[in-house]
């Protein structure tokens, strides 16, 4: 019998142990869908991408049921690194030869509304989670600086942004209190949050709107049609349009997704408290950084002077029975002056990736849609998605479509085979970054 991701690493019905939850603004659990119902829109998943499908399709009037596995803002939506970057998950560059220039643009603009929804979200609904600008993309290898610099030309030339600076050598190590990057540069565009609560915020507020949420209702089985049939193992919801919003945590519910979107694990530990001092020597500026390793290490500091650590690899659908030590590994090679210090919490989380890196948007049937696999960089756009979606049920479906038609194929041999491929894959670009090349 496959792995079930939503039970195979973690407890039912409770967060992980993170620092996320640990600081977390609780909502009550919402109760368990019991007995036969019926919605305009039901959406499956309660991270970024389904509380923003349901809140966005209640402020449009549509009754809405939102359906969570476990407890809303449970999955990687909750346990992430928290930032909210600029663009999508490949460069501009890279987009303007997959797509052509116009849907490269259309792309570029959806991103940047993306973080703008982000923080309007947080304002208009007082959602308290931290959001604080700044991402900094910094190079491990020397030989990635021209292209890091090029591109922050390229993008303020040929679309406008100047939010986006260069950093030689002196300016990374001086931003960051270690010697190991050769360069990169500071996105004063992008932000950083508290993702969970977020996630826990958009859940308030979608419930403010009228979307009737429930948790602990895991779906056994979706049977297409007009309406579309949706059960649970103690319920039943039939509704005129569903929402597929798992991500990694999809399993067997829809084949042809699953065959594109695959599930891998990321793990973070923060730091015990380092005090202010301590922890602006390490980041001089309350910004986010993400490296240039294939197995990226992103980390940032906490409102508690903290520092929150992401890194690490394995290829088991298990996570490791030490996350701190897998963990402390990397953060120590960018920060050996840490040796000693505490590690207060680890835990994993289980993202999706698609083959290209890019999101994967669908019309399954014509009253079935879905987003996911944001590949890492889901916290603004998988938001977005959640808006746009909407959009595309209330017959706007614009934004929508240029996402779609973004080729996404499958991995090779599919659902069955596909985790072998990233095995092997995964192998070869650790190995690359160990080396140096």
């Not at 602990?216 to 049977?223: D, Y």
Request: glycine letters at 10%; charged letters at 20%.
């Amino acid at each position: 019998m496959p792995l079930n991701l939503l039970h195979a690493n973690d407890a039912r019905g409770s967060y992980p142990a993170s620092w996320y939850a640990a600081t977390a603004n609780t909502l009550p659990p919402f109760p368990v869908l019991e007995g036969d119902h019926k919605a305009d829109v039901c959406v499956i998943g309660g991270g970024f991408t389904g509380l923003s499908s349901a809140l966005h399709l209640a402020q449009r009037g549509y009754r809405v049921i939102l359906l969570e596995a476990q407890r809303v803002g449970w999955g990687a939506s909750g346990r992430n690194g928290g930032q909210v970057g600029s663009g999508q998950r490949r460069d501009q560059m890279d987009l303007e030869k997959m797509v052509g220039p116009d849907d490269a643009r259309h792309l570029w603009n959806l991103s940047q509304d993306a973080k703008t929804l982000v923080k309007s979200l947080c304002e208009t609904h007082t959602i308290d989670c931290a959001h604080r600008p700044g991402v900094a993309h910094v190079d491990w290898n020397a030989a990635d600086v021209p292209h890091e610099h090029a591109y922050a030309e390229h993008l303020n030339k040929t679309y406008g942004y100047t939010d986006i600076k260069p950093l030689d050598r002196a300016a990374t190590c001086d931003l960051l209190g270690t010697e190991v990057y050769h360069g990169g540069t500071l996105d004063m565009g992008a932000a950083h949050i508290h993702p969970l609560n977020f996630a826990l915020g958009l859940a308030r507020a979608a419930q403010d709107a009228g979307v009737i949420l429930y948790e602990q209702s895991e779906v056994t089985g979706i049977q297409q049609g007009d309406p579309v049939t949706i059960s649970t193992a103690t319920g039943r919801i039939t509704a005129s349009h569903l929402v597929v919003a798992c991500n990694g945590y999809l399993g067997g519910l829809h084949e042809k997704t699953a065959s594109r979107v695959m599930p891998i694990n990321n793990f973070i530990v923060a730091t015990e408290q380092l005090g202010q001092d301590g922890a602006e020597a390490l980041i001089k500026q309350d910004v986010a950084i993400a490296d240039s390793k294939f197995v990226v290490n992103y980390y940032r500091r906490s409102a508690d002077h903290r520092l929150l650590f992401g890194g690490g690899e394995t290829y088991s659908y298990r996570f490791p029975k030490d996350i701190r030590a897998l963990v402390r590994k990397p953060m120590l090679e960018i920060y050996p002056q840490l040796k000693d210090v505490k590690l207060d919490y680890a835990w994993g989380g289980t993202l999706a990736i698609t083959v290209n890196r890019m999101p994967y948007f669908a019309r399954l049937s014509p009253n079935i849609l879905t987003a996911s696999g944001y590949s890492g960089h889901g916290v603004a756009l998988a938001t977005l998605a959640g808006r746009i979606t909407a959009a595309a049920i209330a017959g706007q479906s614009e934004d929508f479509d240029v996402m779609a038609r973004v080729p996404t194929i499958p991995f090779p041999g599919g659902r069955a085979l596909r985790y072998p491929s990233l095995v092997l894959a995964m192998s070869w670009y650790a190995l690359r970054d160990r080396l140096g090349l």
